[in-house]
């Protein structure tokens, strides 16, 4: 299913971790090797035909399928240039971990197929290649390491409800109110990553005023984003705004948990029908109000996946990619945020990463996607895509608004 939108994504995941100290090469690649040979869909390639498509479990690949690493003055850097690669769906491996390091410091780029994971599990594989990196130091082997390979199938989610319940889900979810970026260019320009960072302190003082204002950090980012496309005149305070977030749907398996390895990702759609209002805090309310309605149906964000599961199964290829062209282009502006992950889990020989940053789908024009992830508190938002420099300037002051934004609503007394 992710596949059918890779005309307009890349299909990938990435990753950025920085290590205040130097990794072992060697054990990191076996620790990586242990990972993707541990689950078969990591080391298998998408073989995608003009009526069907299907996995194809490689026996054989090499350590350059799945690592890779380099010396360089400036680890982080090379590290943000690797992580902008995608994966192909027909690469030999599914998931690829470049090392970039100097004399002090490494850097990590992970990068993993959206056709297997979301960010979710891409942050559950994050801790099973550092878990399998520490099981070699103390052990020499990786014999302990367990990684989920059961189904990977999203039925899991709604096979145990009731018929009733089921078809009540038989419906389109967009607002039917569609945002249009409006990118400097026109033309594609080339992959770039583009960042703001929100410093833990920072994080503090507007989760705390989230929190006064009955809010999640999720909501006040969402209205961050609303308030920041109005403030562009190109779109403005009068019209329609809509804006896609992503919610996680494995509270709805069986044991809150997956299987295997998925992509669960649910839309949450919102939209300002009667455009944005001037004051934030008039842009929170409505976005609080549509989220908690949203929050409190029952099998809120899995409205039309049975659809889509069986148009999937009983369509071909070529017209599934025609319909998927029409349904993702109604899709423009989003955001997807991670929440807060811990750094603990992540260290590797007793080295914490100090920082990191999770990008989402590298999109195309005219699409654009805001990711969202906290390492420790400190959070990053960026914007990962094939834009020119005058887009990109663009995408960051959208950024540097949805900061200050939010900074100036922490600072705001009730």
């Known amino acids: 299913m992710q596949y059918l939108a890779h005309a307009f994504n890349d299909n990938t995941i990435r990753f950025v971790l920085r290590y205040p100290g130097r990794l072992e090469e060697e054990i990191l690649a076996r620790a990586v090797q242990a990972v993707v040979s541990s689950v078969d869909v990591l080391h298998a390639s998408f073989v995608a035909g003009h009526t069907t498509a299907y996995w194809r479990v ?24 690797a992580a902008l690669a995608g994966i192909a769906p027909d690469s030999k491996t599914q998931m690829h971990c470049t090392l970039a390091q100097s004399s002090s410091e490494a850097a990590l780029a992970v990068r993993i197929s959206h056709l297997c994971v979301d960010g979710g ?39 145990h409800l009731h018929s009733h319940e089921v078809r009540s889900l038989l419906k389109n979810p967009m607002t039917g109110v569609k ?53 562009r005149e190109e779109i403005g305070h009068q019209q329609p705004v809509s804006v896609m977030s ?28 009667d455009g944005v209002p001037e004051q934030f805090d008039d842009t929170l309310s409505l976005v609080c109000a549509q989220t908690k309605r949203f929050k409190e149906e ?37 955001i997807t945020n991670l929440g807060n992950i811990a750094c603990a889990p992540l260290q590797m020989g007793g080295i914490t990463p100090e920082e990191g940053l999770f990008g989402g789908p590298l999109k195309r024009k005219p699409n654009m996607q805001i990711s969202a992830a906290s390492f420790d508190g400190q959070c990053i938002l960026c914007v990962v ?24 609503f922490a600072e705001a007394t009730t």
């Open 58 to 81: 490689n026996a054989q690949y090499a350590q350059a399928d799945y690592f890779t690493a380099l010396e360089t003055e400036q680890p982080t850097d090379a590290a943000v240039t």
């Open 121 to 159: 599990d891409g942050k559950y594989l994050l801790e099973k290649i550092c878990e399998a990196y520490n099981l070699l130091l103390r052990d020499g082997h990786t014999q302990a390491l367990q990684v989920k390979n059961g189904s990977r199938a999203a039925e899991q989610m709604y096979e």
């Open 179 to 231: 945002t249009i970026y409006p990118f400097a260019d026109a033309e594609a320009g080339e992959k770039r990553l583009v960042g703001c960072r929100i410093e833990r302190e920072e994080m503090q003082r507007i989760r705390a005023r989230a929190k006064e204002r009955k809010a999640t950090f999720n909501d006040a980012l969402l209205a961050a984003c609303y308030q920041a496309l109005a403030d």
């Open 246 to 273: 992503m919610m996680d749907l494995r509270r709805y398996c069986p044991q809150g948990e997956s299987e295997g390895l998925c992509n669960m990702a649910g839309s949450m759609p919102t939209a300002l029908r």
């Open 298 to 334: 029952p099998l809120a964000g899995m409205e039309g996946l049975p659809l889509l599961h069986g148009a999937a199964r009983t369509l071909p290829l070529g017209l599934l990619l025609r319909v998927a062209g029409r349904v993702y282009a109604n899709m423009s502006v989003g």
């Open 385 to 408: 895509g094939e834009y020119t420099q005058r887009d990109a300037d663009m995408l960051q002051e959208t950024l540097e608004k949805m900061k200050k934004i939010l900074l100036d």
